[in-house]
């Protein structure tokens, strides 16, 4: 899954029993006039909406579930405690609408950060496939290992053959197939090609050293390489990454941790400028060891154990730098929260500027030191903040 989970607190059993499904009749929510849906992310709804009284174009997010009917209303008290940030999204009005909260908040006409990156989306998909190449080959390669000097494993006239049938006819549907799953394994990516091959008349074992050799040169034949932003992107990025990391030091500077920094959260406006979105689970407390919230795809060694503390926002900044610029992440996600705490500790992360060379080296200096495990020695927003200013300046 690329988009994991947000752990949810959990409601009282007399809070789950007063809560009823929220109504937004009519498409209007207290004076607001709703008119698309923006966004639904599983905890609430989005709308682009229009303030009757001022005119002004909106944002109107509404609860999804009961849970969520907290988060806005501690979302509301947050902003409203700190309001006046210049790259921190401008609460427009808030209220009860059917007894259930919402919140409006001036519209980024530019989107997200993830509209932004989109572009480099298929990308990503592809580098992907580039991944699966060396997992399977790697895998080849250990059960070469294992059976050296036994007889040769794979019947190479057959897999050539079935290589031809499969490539011929069902490559565009084995690389629409395999771009609809979002995070791919490799024994998906086998099952996708096994079945193309099932209709070109050859039947192969999933579980077979064949099916394996047969994905990898299938993958082969799919584009792997991830576009790399070229300099006048990584320019256009600075813009929105330099209002993120100030939105964040400001919010810092007030004691207040984001907990999930991600392109969903990054708002651009119209002139271009990055703006922190969504304090849904945004905290002025300090913790170590407290339930884990956030997305964990972004998160710092330090959110995964719980830990709350704005460097674990320069941590998350820092990923979304490195996805922004080199069109990857610096880790590959795994599969799981715990999977991916462990993958993090024991995988090196290769430089930006080396991953894309488009990336001055101030710059992946930067991420690289924002991505650093010990917190004390990570880059902060304001060290981050400063390389965007002189990137744009
Ligand atoms: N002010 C806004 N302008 C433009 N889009 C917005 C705005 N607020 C939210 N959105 C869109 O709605 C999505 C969900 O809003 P968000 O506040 O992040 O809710 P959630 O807490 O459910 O993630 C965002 O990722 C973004 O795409
Ligand atoms: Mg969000």
Request: hydrophobic fraction near 40%; charged fraction near 25%; glycine fraction near 8%.
């Amino acid at each position: 899954m690329l988009s994991p989970e947000l752990e949810k607190p959990t409601l009282t059993p007399a809070e789950a029993a007063l809560a009823e499904e929220p109504k937004f009749e009519g498409g209007q929510v207290g004076h607001y006039q709703l008119t698309d849906q923006l966004a639904v992310t599983g905890l609430s709804r989005v709308y682009s909406g229009i303030n009757e009284r001022s005119g002004e174009i909106v944002a109107v997010k509404v609860p999804e579930d009961p849970i969520s009917r907290k988060l806005i209303l501690a979302e509301t008290v947050l902003h409203l405690q700190n309001s006046g940030i210049p790259h921190v999204v401008t609460v427009d009005g808030y209220g009860l609408s059917n007894g259930a909260p919402f919140l409006a908040t001036r519209l980024q006409e530019g989107g997200t950060l993830v509209s932004e990156i989109k572009s480099d989306e298929d990308t990503h998909k592809t580098s992907v496939i580039g991944e699966l190449i060396n997992e399977l080959e790697h895998e080849r390669d250990k059960t070469m290992a294992v059976q050296s000097g036994t007889e040769e494993l794979i019947d190479v006239p057959a897999l050539m053959e079935a290589k031809e049938a499969v490539v011929m006819e069902h490559l565009p549907d084995v690389k629409e197939e395999l771009e609809a799953h979002e995070d791919l394994k490799s024994t998906e990516a086998i099952e996708v090609v096994v079945e193309a091959a099932k209709e070109s008349g050859l039947d192969i074992d999933a579980d077979s050293a064949m099916a394996r050799e047969l994905t990898l040169e299938v993958l082969k034949e799919l584009p792997k390489e991830p576009v790399r932003p070229d300099e006048a992107k990584i320019i256009q990025l600075s813009r929105v990454l330099y209002g993120a990391a100030d939105g964040l030091d400001a919010l810092r500077k007030r004691g207040v941790t984001h907990r999930d920094v991600k392109p969903h959260n990054i708002g651009i406006d119209k002139q271009g400028n990055g703006k922190i979105l969504d304090f849904g689970v945004a905290t002025r407390r300090r913790a170590a060891g407290s339930n884990v919230f956030g997305t964990w795809a972004w998160m710092s060694p330090q959110a995964f154990t719980g830990d709350i503390h704005p460097t674990n926002d320069d941590f998350a900044l820092a990923m979304v730098a490195y996805r922004s610029f080199t069109g990857e992440m610096p880790w590959r996600l795994q599969d799981d929260p715990e999977q991916q705490h462990r993958h993090m500790a024991e995988t090196p992360v290769q430089h930006p500027s080396i991953v894309n060379p488009a990336i001055p080296g101030k710059l992946g200096d930067v991420v690289m030191l924002g991505l650093s495990r010990n917190a004390d020695s990570r880059a902060t927003a304001a060290d981050q903040r400063d390389v965007y200013a002189s990137m744009t300046a």
